[in-house]
Structure formats: C-alpha cells, structure tokens
C-alpha cells in the first residue's frame, strides 16, 4: 500500500475541516443559528452550534475529489462509489434538516429506512457472506435487502446515539476511519477516503474536544455512522468475507452494549424506545463525578483495545472472531464490576421488579404530558399553559414547581402534607424554554415508626401524595420537563409571542409590559 496517497488525503481533509469549521462556527453565532433549547439529556450548558458535520461532509467531497487523481476508480465500481456518496449525503441532509427544525423520530426513521432500502436497490447489498470458521457460505437470496437495510438503520443509529458528549462520537468515529483506512484497499479506494476522514475527525476534534465549540449535530452523526455502514459493505466483497462486517462492531462495543441496554430500559419501563434520557452509560459516568475529559479519555482507551480486537478479526479473516468476542466480553464484565451503578445489570430480579412497580407511573406520566402538550396551542394566555403545568405537576405526585423565565419566575408549593417527609428537588431544564425546577416527597424514602422497633425505617407510604422511588421521580420529572417543552414551543408558534410572562399582543405588533407605556393587562399575576 502507497503511504503517500493516504498521507496526502488526511492532509486533506485535516485542511478543509480546519479551514472550515471556524468559518461555520462563525455563521452560525452572528446569525442567530444555534438552537438554544437544551434537552433534558444533554449535558451541555451554553448554546453550541451544532452544524459541523457540514464541514465533515465537505472534507469527504474534498477527498473523494483528491482520491480520484492518485488513483481513478475502476469502471466496475464507480457505480457503487457514486451510490455511497449520494447515500451518505441524502442521509446527512435528513440530519442536518432536524439540526434546523426537529423533525419527530418517526420522520426521521421513515426516511432513514428510505435511504437505505434505495441503496440496497442500487446494488450495495449483502447478499453472500461465508463463515471462515466453520466453511459455510450462506445465500442470503431477497432476505439480503432487509438485512442491508438492517445494518445501515442501525449503525447510523449507533453513532448518533454515542454523540451525547463532547468528543466522544467523534473519537469513535476516527478509530473506525483507521479500521476502514486498513480494510479497505481493495474497493473503490475506500482506503483514500478513510484516511481522509481520519484528517478531517483529527481537525474536527481539535472544537469538539470538552469543551466543545461546536457539535457535528444529527447531520454529521447520520452521515459518518451511514458512510460507515455503506463502507463495510463495499470492504467486504459484497458481503463474503464477514470479518469485515464484523469487525467494525468491536469499535462499537460500548454503543452498541449502551443500546441494548437502553432498549431494555424503556421497554421494561414502559418508555417509547427512541425516546432519548439521562440513563445511558455515558450520563452515569459524568454522575460519577469525573470530569467530561476524564470520561472520554477513558472511553477512548476502552475503544482503542477493541480497535485492536477489529484489527485482529479482519487480519486472521474472521478465523480469531469467537475467542476475540469472548475475550471482549470478559473485559466488558471485568470492568463493569469496578462500576457502583452497574450492579444493577446483574440484579435482574431487583431490575425488573422495580421497573414493572413504576410502569403504570410512567404510562400516567405519558399521557399527561401529552395533555399538557396539546394545551399549549389552547391555551390564551402564559399563565393559563403555568396553570396547566401546575396541574400536570401536581397529578404525578410533584409538591414543588418552579419556572423562571427572562422576565421572571413562578412558584407553586403544596404546603399541605400529612408527615413531614423532606423533598427532594432537581432542576430538570434550563434553556430557551426557561429554568425549570420540581420537587417531590419520594415515598420509598419515607421515614415511618412500628410499634415493635421505634427505630425509622423505610417503607412505601401508599396513602401519602408523593412519588414511589428516586429512578421514578427522575423519569417523570423529565418526561414532565419535555412536555413543557414541547408545549411553550407551541404556545409561541400559536401566540407569536416571546416566552414572557407579561408578553401579550396588539394588532400587528407584540407589546411586553415594562415597555413605554406600561399596560395594564387584567388576569396576569405580578
């Protein structure tokens, strides 16, 4: 292999994505394009501008453009070569649309699937693949398709679901261009544009390293995790060799571990499956107390093991994959077991007791914030979608709610309680749509006395208003978080007004109290 080509197109695209991201961090920040809202699962803290996949997607052009002069294509796989990148870029407009405007899961899934199914059309399919250690080949026939689809949906999942922290997708991402940069010599110049996109990650991750100055946003994740998925298939001979499917996965062990725990999660607990949360391992790692840098590297180093584990299972053609899988797993355990909040994995029992015990609170919780959503384009005035929020919050058992805006804040207690038991509070939003805190009595912690034994204890007290456990009042107080959400962002598009408490309209123009001649508006509490 020609080290010169390779080093030249990383040079590339660590060059375009150096030259560029800065410009697009700019743009973005002048004109008002970032989104300020902050979801209940992200942990940043300032608005970041999400658009540097577009910088990513421009580096690949520049390096499928430098790849072609070292070395053209040949005729019989241009067409594939052509396939990848309008699939890779159709997948990274439906990203980069939802960066702009949400689109909604469902939306995004269809779309996805779309894409993917007219890649399969168009050639790019596993239709064969041969197990090395045991001399079989296996004709997929028709089922090719669906398992094509399959593994493109989800690995371009799977990167996006790992971009939740600052540096980490785009770590992961690099070592799977080093994987693909090895794999990939013999197709379509994949090997080029790897190594291209390893430029192009190395120079993204000099604004995306914690702190992050920009993020690469659902348009870069959907386009690396694609570009991935599409690569694999083409390095794999039309799917022949599975030590080129497989290999990838060792990289994504640890998203791929976090989504199947994930899955198991919402479903056991009765959540939507692509709803995102708090819970997955990156969030329980931060709530450990190390740092963000910390915890990246860490991840890093676990990947780069598996990294070598992909390089060992495409190098012995799939000959070393079950001890290599057995080796990872063990690893996988070992370290689990040096984690406090990973002991539940194993307490099935326990795990699935306490789901099924807060499912119906969930279910509950679920259809009041879709009520509470819904009120948002009925309701005539700020105050009347608090009193709804209120209403919201106090049927799932919260006695405490607080909501501070630009111009203010509003507070509801409920001072009537039958046991002096304490509150425990969390601030559950803090963005565009306000600061937004809840307490609740969580009644799993309550403090009761039994005759026998004067000493307290814990129990649940069923006949008090309040919530069953602390991983329930952290589910609920976050759905109730989204569904404000969802519901001031209505209330706007239908009032045209600015989240305010005092903003109220006038033919033709909006008027806030305070301004020059300050108004009276009756029903609005100061």
């Known amino acids: 292999m020609d080290i010169l080509p390779l080093l030249i197109c990383g040079a590339t695209g660590l060059v375009i994505a150096l030259a560029l991201i800065p410009l697009i961090r700019k743009i973005s920040l002048d004109w008002g394009l970032v989104r300020g809202a902050r979801e209940a699962h992200h942990t940043h803290r300032v608005p970041v501008p999400r658009y540097g996949g577009l910088a990513l997607v421009l580096a690949f052009v520049g390096v499928e453009l430098a790849a072609l002069i070292f070395s053209p294509v040949p005729e019989a796989q241009r067409r594939d070569t052509l396939v990848m990148i309008l699939g890779c870029l159709a997948m990274f407009l439906v990203g980069f649309l939802d960066d702009i405007k949400p689109l909604g899961a469902k939306k995004k899934l269809v779309s996805q699937i779309s894409i993917a199914a007219a890649v399969a059309a168009l050639g790019i399919t596993v239709d064969t693949f041969k197990v090395p250690f045991a001399g079989i080949t296996i004709n997929l026939g028709w089922w090719g398709y669906l398992v094509t689809v399959l593994w493109l949906v989800s690995i371009t999942n799977l990167i996006n679901l790992v971009d939740g922290v600052d540096g980490l997708a785009g770590g992961i991402c690099l070592m799977l261009m080093g994987l693909l940069a090895y794999m990939g010599h013999a197709q379509c110049n994949l090997h080029l544009m790897a190594a291209g996109m390893v430029g192009a990650l190395a120079g993204f991750l000099c604004f995306n390293f914690p702190p992050a100055r920009i993020y690469m946003g659902d348009g870069g994740a959907y386009f690396l995790g694609f570009l991935i998925g599409v690569s694999t298939i083409i390095s794999s001979q039309k799917g022949t060799v599975l030590a080129a499917l497989i290999a990838p996965l060792f990289v994504l062990a640890l998203p791929l571990l976090d989504t199947t725990l994930a899955i198991l999660r919402r479903g056991m607990q009765g959540l939507p499956i692509f709803r995102p949360d708090r819970q997955h391992i990156h969030h329980r790692l931060l709530e450990t107390g190390i740092s963000q840098r910390k915890m990246v590297l860490g991840v890093y180093g676990f990947t780069a093991v598996f990294l070598v584990m992909g390089f060992m299972a495409f190098a012995s053609k799939g000959l070393w994959i079950p001890n290599l899988a057995g080796l990872g ?198």
Request: charged share 25%; aromatic share 8%.
């Open 329 to 526: 797993a063990l690893m996988i355990l070992l370290l689990a077991g040096q984690l406090n909040f990973t002991r539940e994995w194993f307490a099935v029992g326990r795990v699935l007791g306490n789901s099924l015990q807060v499912r119906q609170e969930i279910q509950y919780a679920l259809a009041l914030t879709n009520w509470l959503v819904l009120e948002g384009a009925r309701c005539p005035r700020l105050d009347s979608l608090w009193e709804s929020l209120v209403f919201a919050a106090r049927k799932l058992g919260f006695n405490y709610v607080r909501l501070t805006l630009e111009d203010g804040e509003r507070i509801w207690q409920d001072t009537v309680a039958r046991n002096p038991t304490p509150t425990r509070r969390a601030a559950v939003l803090d963005g565009q749509f306000g600061a937004l805190e809840l307490g609740a009595r969580i009644l799993a912690e309550t403090p009761v006395t039994t005759p026998e034994d004067d000493a307290p204890k814990l129990a649940i007290a069923t006949d008090e208003q309040g919530i069953s456990d602390q991983r329930a009042f952290t589910i609920i107080a976050d759905l109730l978080a989204e569904g404000w959400v969802k519901a001031a962002r209505r209330w706007c598009q239908a009032s045209r007004l600015p989240l305010r408490w005092d903003a109220i309209s006038e033919p033709g123009k909006v008027v806030t109290i305070g301004e020059a001649e300050r108004r009276y508006v009756g029903g609005l509490r100061q």
